[in-house]
Structure formats: structure tokens, C-alpha cells
């Protein structure tokens, strides 16, 4: 070792950590802002989603859905900030990433379930990221969001069957099934990973299967507005 | 819910899900090529260390630390081929940046070791990224990972002072002693976080204080070089 | 203790230990051979359940068997590489084992449905063992993991039951329950200790609750082949 | 899927279930033989170290050693016995292998001890196989289990050189540190996975390092046999 009163005064050392102080501190100051917006991002989705769990009790939806699309520009405005406040830094987006990827898995689940209770397809990719002002280039929605999000979608579904058929819509089962099996089959294209979008797709079977045997029921039943009556529609279990 | 028959044809979806194929693929493909190349850095970083741990058997060091320096020149090799397979994707730095920051650390506490035998001085964050080719704007050093490579290091010094006094060097403890207190303070001066940062600063407090109880043991006796015994000159707090 | 200076010079140790280090890598070597063997299973066995899963969504399944079926080369391809591989260390096939034992009772389970759904009966474990090429002596298929790949194949039962009277098909339920039945009371025999095995086969009643109470409700609707109707007849516990 | 009436009659299931009932409870009952032999083996090792420990309050150890080495001829027995029970099942020695290995590594840990106190060097593998009457070809000592019980032996070392030192032998320190900075170099050579053993290993620099702590200690008194006085002898804190 060198002699020891050789080596550089301890204020070298101090400028030096003087530095790191500060850009620790600008790091902690950034998160706390990405923080704070993400914390009104995820309170708008639990508006939203709030608001969706009315479709289980109700067959009206199209009042429910005006109210919670209406929060949209809320979070597109959310959003907005979070890519304002990166702007700084650019191109370490991913750095602080994680502290709102989950969020903007629900966001997916709930835009793509508005989208699929509208028009019975799934919401596309391209047009989530319009939706909330999000360009792939600087500030995007990562694909692995978007497809866990498109899987928390999905576990809605076979709960919405089953009200729908209570409510008696009798053909919500044959329509669900046939988009969750595409969907089903749609994801086995992809080569995933043993990850967390794999376990998320894992349990789509499971919604799949529940839809099955609620469409069952109502196809034993003959009770399919195609109406071939089977059996004793008398009985009901 | 719209008409089942009005949306989207799966074959739209299969398009759509293709193209997700194929960029999870991709990003597959690329993580890959990272872990391979971050292996390297791990088995690289295992032989340097297998090397400098010699210098708690000996006292020529020397040698031990050209041995260990001809391995820089890997590091920063490896370095370069990660940010040339991350220079495809330009601002994704951060994405891919989990799967090789241990070992970077790793990486500095060995290259911080071997600059403080060699000049008892810490070795500093601009010169350690200049060691491995790092230059801040696009592919740098985390000032976070140079940081808890430094408190590894510090968790040598107490081993390497007990060495160095069984083998006789009793004017070791007072350098290192110094070193070790001058980088506790700077450190105080961070503002730190609740994270593993704060966790390893912590830990050092540690080794401070053995290093303290070494040079206490060496002094008490008036084994320090500028001898004076304890008996008529007491010990300075 | 004896005189430090008489013990075995540390070139001994190094010389012993070097075969140590021959000998761990061979066997890491052989390790890493196995595994991209068993990944390459795991992803055939991937593509021929994917395929089996639609068997849900069609009655023309003659065609999927096929598809399905042509894989199995692949898979008996496959285990002979494993063979060989293990060739070398013969009587170590139950070291390494483990590493292809689940990826094994998941083939055997999509062996057996294939079989059962082109015979309605059990494929034995003989006709596994020569369809997979594996022969009892050197390098077979254990008695535990055709089991447990039984119970995993009768877990797609009430599935496929469900979905065939869906699809019209109101005489499955009852050969479905006649299989199962019989499975279920053939593993009875086995005097099981409370092992992942057992815990399987437990699991396997509740396929066959789910079955039975599909046959219930076609029976009590009348809608068997032999339609007699509930109303006369009643149900036969 | 084919008629059911065409499927095996049930009483064919039955007759191959028979079988594996008899294979299942075949091996079941060489598992409860083999676990008996096992359980004999740790309580005969148990014994062993109860003795064992005494050399951390004893200076002569040679009655210890005689009363511990007495012993081993009961595990030679042991192991042969799991030789022959395993003997009618050739070739399946790793398939049962599970249910001794950690037994065994204390074994070895003993073994290993026991040698170093009579001859301050290491119990070799061919030796240790020798002891307990294992041919690697047929019935052997597997490496790691070796080297994970020579780690435990090391763990042994700081304890007995502290109690050493207490009881006077001031030379101790010196002796265990070499052979454990030998040890331990030799150990760097293997290449190893991240496995059990990596683990062992990596815990025995906290036993090396205790060791230098201790030998720190009598170092900085003087009391080492060729007893260069330093410092004040009179002190001791």
C-alpha cells in the first residue's frame, strides 16, 4: 500500500460526494413526481373500474361506459405529465419504468374491456397507445403491458357471462367464447417465457373453461336464442 | 355487447399477435446476448478476485495486482460488446440494466481494492468508468452501482489490516483507519434512500469500527512505527 | 494436532483437487447436454398440447390426432439422445433424472389422451415405453411418472366433456364416466404413500364429480342416445 | 372417440395395476430398509461428534480420536448394507441415493476431522471411500457429498483453534491457518455451479478469516512459540 500520507485529502473525497449528492438527490426528486402522478393514475383507474363492475348488475351499460371513458383524457393527461417530467432525462425511460408498469396494466385491462363491451373485438396495441397519448418512439406502451393487461381483461369475462345469462342474455356465452378462444389461441403464437406474462396467460384457460360451462348450461338448456329446444326446459336445476 | 359476428376476424388478431412474436422474440434474443456476455464479466470478476485475495497472504503485492490489473482490459472489452448489442436500441439502456448491475458492482470493488493498494486513494467514479469505457451520456457507470461497489470494498479492509499486522506491517491500521474514516464521512454526507444503498453504508460502519479495535490493539502495545508507548503517552482517543 | 509442517504439501491438494474439478465440469458438461435435450421436449410436448386443445372446439379431431401424432418421432427422437447421452455413465440414469422426470409425465399425459381419444381406452404402460422407444432395463419410463401423467390426463376429462355435449355429442358423458370410473377405481388398488403421486390421484375425483354431474344433466333432460326420458324412467343412482 | 363399448374391459386395467401396486410396494419397502440403515448411520455419527466435541475441552485428544476412529468400522458395516439391500436393484444406486447423501457428507465431515487432528492434513477422497469400504464403480462416495463435508469440517476449525489457544497452544493458530488458506485456495480451482456446494464454500472464508483473527491475536502478543516478544506481553485487554 501506498503511504498513507500520500493519498488524496478527504476533500477531494468530499467534492466528490458533494456531487453524488446531488444527483441522488435529483433521482429521489424525479421519483417522487413520477410518484405522485402515478398515484392519481392508479386512484382514476379505481374510478373507472369502479364504475365497469356496474355491467354485472345492469344490462344498460352504454351510460356506464360514457362514464367511465370520460376518465380517459384524465389519463391520457396523466400520462402526458409522466412523459414531461422524463423529458429531462431523456432516454432512461425504462430507468423509472417500473415504478408505474403495473399501473398501466390496469389501464390496458380496463380500455381493452370498454373497447370489447363496445364493439365485442379486442382493443388493438396501436390504438391503446392513441388513447393515451403514448408514441412508441419516446414514451410507449411496452407490448408486455399491454398483452398482461389484454390477461387481466380477460379474467372479467367469465363473471360477466355468467351475470349476462342471470340477466337473460342468453347469447353473451356463444359471443365470449368464441372471442376468448381466438384470444386464447392468438397468444400460443407467442414463445413465452417462463415469466410473469406467461403465468398471466397460464390463467386465461381458466377463464375459457368457465365460459364453456356456462355456455353449456344454457346450450343444454336450449335455451341459445337459435332456441332448438333440448330436453325439459322446465327443469332447472 | 355489440354483435359477436361484427368483430375484428381472428385473422386480424393472428396479424397482430405475430408482430408481438416477433418483437418478444427479439427482446429475447437480446437479453440472451447480454447474459452471455454478463457471464463472462461474473467468471472474469471471480478470477481477479481469486487473485487479490493473495494479498491477505503476503505482503509483495505487486505482482498479485498486475496479475489482477492484466484482467481490466476484459472488463473493458465485455463492457464494449454490451454497448454495442444494446446500441441497436438506443435509450433502452435502462431496460436491459438489471441483468448486469450485481456484477458491476462486483466489478468496482474490485477495481476500487486494487486502486487503494496501490495508492491508498479511492479510486473515483469518473476514473473507474474511464478503467471500463464507460462514458455517462450513453452507456455509463450508475453512480448508485459505483457506490455499493466502494462499500464492498470497504468490507475487505478490515481482513486486510488483521494481515497485515500478524505479518508485521503495524503502521497499516493508522492508513487504513484514516481511509476508512474519511470515506464514512463522505458518505455521510448522502442524502440516502431506505434501499440497498443505505443497507451496505450501514454495513460499513462495521468494519470501521474493527479497523478501529486493530489500531487500538497496535497502539495500545506501541507498535506503531513513531513508537510511542502507551505508558507515558496514553492513547488519543 | 500433528506438526503443521508435516502435512500433505498443498501441490497434493492441488493435484487432487484438479480431478476434483475434472470431474465436477464433466458432470456439468453432461448436465447441460441433458437439459437442452429436455428443453426441446418441453417445447415439442408445448406445440402437440396446443394442438390437442382444440380437440374443445371441434368434433372432427381425426385430423388434429394426426398432427398431434406425427410429433411423437420427435419425442422418441429425442429420449434416444437422452440415452445416449447417458450412455456414457451407465447406472447414473436415476442421477440426472430429475431433470427430465416432469417434462416426462407431461408427454405421457398428452401420450394417453391422444390414445384415449382414438380408443376410448387407457394407453398401458408398455405401449408408452415403446412408443417413447424406452425400455425398462437401462433407460425406461418410471412407473410413478406414467401414473402421474394419467392423472394429468384426466384432468382434461370434464373438459372435453363439457365441450362434446356443447357440441351435441350427448353420448360422451356416459363413456367418459365409464373410463374414469374405472381409472379411478384401478388406482385404488395402489397402496399410495403421501407423495406428489397421491396427491394427484386425489385430485382426480373431482374430475370425476365433474363428469358425473354432466351426465347428469343430459340424463335428467333425456338427452342420451337411448333418450328415455327422466319424467318414466327416473335416474339411475 | 371410439365407441366405449369397443375400450379394455376393466379387469385388464385391474391386471396391470396389480403390477405396478407390486413394483410401487416393492420399492416402498426397500425405501423403509434403506431408511432404517440410514438412521442408524446419523445416530452412530451422532455419537461420533458428541465425542468429537470434547477437543474443545481437552488437550489430549488422542483417547477422543481412539474412542471416535472405534466407530467408523460401525459405518463401514452400515454402508455395506445399503450396498447389498441395493445390490438386487443394480444400476438404481442414484435413484435412492437422496435418502443418505446429507448423512453421509457428515460422515465425511467427521472422517475428515478425525485425520486432521491426528495428521494436521486432509482426509483424501480415495481414502475416505477406503474407510467406508466404498468402490466408486459400484457403490461410491460422490464428490460433492465429499467436498461438502470436508466444508463442514472447516466449520469445525475456528471454534477448536480458539479453545486451543485458551488451553494454551499458541502454535495452533498458525498451523490451521495454513492448512485453511491451502483448503481454501485449492477449492478456487473447481469451477463451480451455484449449487449446495458453492454455498458451503462460500461460507468458509468466515471460518478462514475467524482463524486469522486468532492467530492475529497471539501474533500481536507474542505469544506465537518462536516467540518474538512484541509490545507490552503484560497487557492483555
Redesign the interface.
Known amino acids: ?4 500520507d ?3 485529502p ?1 476533500h477531494s ?2 467534492k ?3 456531487a ?2 446531488t ?3 435529483e433521482s ?1 426528486t424525479l421519483r417522487e413526481r413520477i410518484r405522485s402522478v402515478v398515484s392519481e393514475i392508479e386512484s382514476t383507474t379505481r374510478v373507472m373500474y369502479a364504475t365497469l363492475l356496474l355491467v354485472h348488475q345492469s344490462r344498460s351499460i352504454s351510460e356506464l361506459l360514457e362514464k367511465a371513458k370520460s376518465q380517459i383524457v384524465v389519463l391520457k393527461e396523466k400520462y402526458k405529465q409522466l412523459a414531461q417530467i422524463l423529458g429531462g432525462c ?6 423509472y ?1 417500473g415504478d408505474w408498469r403495473s399501473e398501466t396494466q390496469s389501464v390496458v385491462s380496463i380500455l381493452t374491456f370498454i373497447h ?7 382493443l ?2 396501436k390504438e391503446a397507445e392513441e388513447k393515451l397519448g403514448l408514441n412508441n418512439s ?1 414514451f410507449g406502451l411496452d ?2 403491458d399491454y ?1 398482461i393487461g389484454v390477461c387481466f381483461m380477460s379474467n372479467e369475462l367469465p363473471r360477466y357471462v355468467v351475470n ?1 345469462v342471470t340477466a337473460g342474455d342468453y ?2 356465452p ?2 365470449v367464447l ?2 376468448l ?3 386464447h ?9 417462463n415469466d410473469f406474462l406467461r403465468k398471466k396467460f397460464d390463467g386465461m384457460k381458466y377463464d375459457l ?1 368457465k365460459v ?2 356456462v ?2 348450461d344454457v ?3 336450449g335455451l341459445t336464442p337459435n332456441g332448438e329446444s ?3 326446459k322446465g ?1 332447472e ?1
Do not use: P
Open positions: 500500500m501506498a503511504d498513507g500520500s493519498y488524496a478527504s473525497l468530499e466528490q460526494f458533494e453524488f449528492r444527483e441522488l438527490e429521489g431523456s432516454g432512461q425511460y425504462y430507468r419504468y370489447w363491451l363496445e364493439t365485442g373485438s379486442l388493438e396495441h419516446e407490448v408486455e398483452l349476462q347469447d353473451c356463444r359471443k368464441k372471442f378462444t381466438d384470444l389461441a392468438a397468444f400460443r403464437l407467442l414463445n413465452l417465457r373453461r364453456e360451462e355456455y353449456y346450450k343444454i338448456r333440448v330436453g325439459d327443469i336445476g
